[in-house]
């Protein structure tokens, strides 16, 4: 259901207060009883419900055949900047205050800097004895000037190498360890994907001991979905799924999502299913970066005694209730979020359904650690205990929220005077992807009946069925 209204802020905090009091924390740690070490792939705008795991052949055999995939897994807000900063501090967006992309939405602002980034998975991790790091997109301000540019070492990590503002392929900036490395458009020194890969298996060879926290971050399947050369041509037929809400209007749902165009004009169409053939042609380069990761791990002796977790950060959309590409929506197909995990304890082939949340990834790290997650601000819960059978699954939660805080312009976009003020995201076409008011807060339900209710921060009174593609 969707509903509009003002009383949404006081909903969703007594939505939040419901479902947190019930969460379950403690520590239980690996089951080995050592710290065993954990890898974090994090890729950038995956989808999973138009299939954006398709491309993925060798990461689907190397940790969801021999591990556990995780069919309901979702982000709880669908856009880059607030659900990474849910992934690295545990919290619901209400709690750590990133609301966009932006500096003043606190994206790695000064402020989150001071208040957020001390309590982040990696610097519990690190007082644990962990040898800590991270190469490639972290934050989307990251190395903005005013938030202490390259020279600004996020709390907990040792080996530092962060991408200076958002996803690219080539021509950027990285601070390594501080110090700035600007890169250019050689594909064997500068293609992101492949560096990231290549910088990771430098650090394990010359780990100093274990236990190590990698997290590796690569730029795909983002914009500008630029393919290393020898994927160029890879999908050459491949298209956008019809099927589901594509090309759908959505006529009974949030006015954004209404003021989309039906059916889509040919240009659209075409646009979108480019872009979609080039997002899984960049993926494929993170399953090399999978397979050459795993494959370093077991020539050092180290796989058996690693976790390897596989997500992204937030779905994708080309084309569902004829809204071209991008994020944000409340739907499932910007909510859900591919989720595979191996490593001790787990047994190979295992489908979970129980909804795991981007902001379960920290509390899972910091149990492997034996962290007590309950002495820490994070809102999420473990999940170990699900993966090495230490739990009854009827204890997991049957529901939690979804929120986002929507952006739009202050004036009129000049391409399109007639939708007046407050848009953002807008296509040649006019049909815009967000809008101050496309700020919502969600409880979405899997038990006993599927389903997600949302209020909109407007004044519209409108209910509808949230369909999904």
Same mark, same amino acid.
């Given at each position: 259901m969707e509903r509009s209204g003002r009383s949404w802020t006081r909903w969703a905090l007594c939505a939040a207060w419901l479902l947190l009091a019930g969460l379950g924390r403690g520590a239980s740690g690996g089951p080995s009883g050592a710290l065993e070490n954990i890898v974090l792939i994090l890729t950038d705008d995956q989808d999973v419900e138009i299939g954006g795991m398709t491309p993925m052949k060798k990461t689907m055999s190397l940790i969801g055949q021999l591990g556990a995939s995780f069919v309901n897994a979702f982000?709880?807000?669908?856009?880059?900047?607030?659900?990474?900063?849910?992934?690295? $501090?545990?919290? =619901?967006? !209400?709690? !750590?205050?990133?609301?966009?992309?932006?500096? %003043?939405?606190?994206?790695?602002?000064p402020d989150w800097q001071k208040f957020q980034e001390p309590f982040t998975f990696p610097v519990y991790l690190q007082k644990q004895g962990y040898q800590t790091f991270y190469a490639g997109k972290y934050l989307n301000q990251y190395g903005d000037a005013k938030a202490g540019g390259v020279q600004h070492i996020p709390l907990g990590w040792m080996y530092w190498l962060g991408l200076v503002g958002n996803s690219k392929y080539y021509n950027y900036t990285l601070s390594v360890n501080g110090r700035e490395e600007k890169h250019g458009e050689i594909y064997e020194e500068d293609y992101l994907t492949d560096l990231i890969t290549n910088r990771s298996l430098t650090f394990l060879r010359k780990l100093s001991h274990s236990p190590f926290l990698m997290v590796l971050a690569p730029p795909a399947a983002h914009s500008p979905? $630029?393919?290393?050369? !020898?994927?160029?041509s890879a999908y050459s037929d491949v298209k956008a799924p019809r099927d589901g809400s594509f090309n759908v209007h959505g006529k009974d749902k949030h006015w954004l999502i209404r003021q989309a165009k039906s059916p889509m004009s040919n240009s659209s169409i075409e646009f979108l299913d480019n872009v979609y053939r080039e997002r899984w042609q960049t993926l494929l380069s993170v399953d090399d970066m999978?397979?050459?990761?795993?494959?370093?791990?077991?020539?050092?002796d180290l796989l058996d005694s690693t976790y390897v977790f596989y997500t992204s950060d937030h779905g994708y959309h080309t084309g569902q209730f004829s809204l071209p590409i991008d994020k944000r929506q409340l739907y499932e197909f910007d909510i859900r979020v591919p989720l595979l995990v191996r490593g001790p304890g787990i047994k190979p082939n295992q489908t979970y359904l129980e909804p795991v949340l981007n902001i379960d990834l920290g509390p899972t790290f910091l149990d492997i650690a034996g962290v007590d997650v309950s002495q820490t601000p994070m809102d999420g819960q473990s999940f170990l205990p699900l993966l090495v059978n230490k739990t009854h699954k009827s204890s997991w939660r049957s529901d939690f929220l979804v929120q986002y805080t929507g952006e739009g312009s202050a004036g009129k976009d000049p391409h399109c005077p007639a939708l007046g003020p407050?848009?953002?995201?807008?296509?040649?076409?006019?049909?815009? %992807?967000?809008?101050?008011?496309? $700020? =919502?807060?969600?409880?979405? $339900?899997? !038990?006993?009946?599927?389903?997600? =209710?949302? %209020?909109f921060a407007d004044a519209q009174n409108i209910f509808g069925k949230n369909r999904t593609p």
């Open positions: 982000a709880v807000t669908p856009l880059c900047c607030p659900s990474r900063s849910s992934l690295l $501090t545990g919290c =619901y967006p !209400h709690n !750590h205050q990133v609301r966009n992309n932006s500096l %003043e939405g606190n994206c790695s602002s979905w $630029t393919a290393a050369p !020898h994927y160029k999978v397979e050459k990761v795993l494959n370093q791990l077991k020539s050092l407050g848009v953002s995201q807008c296509f040649p076409d006019c049909v815009c %992807e967000d809008a101050f008011n496309n $700020t =919502y807060a969600c409880v979405r $339900t899997l !038990h006993p009946i599927s389903m997600q =209710y949302c %209020e």
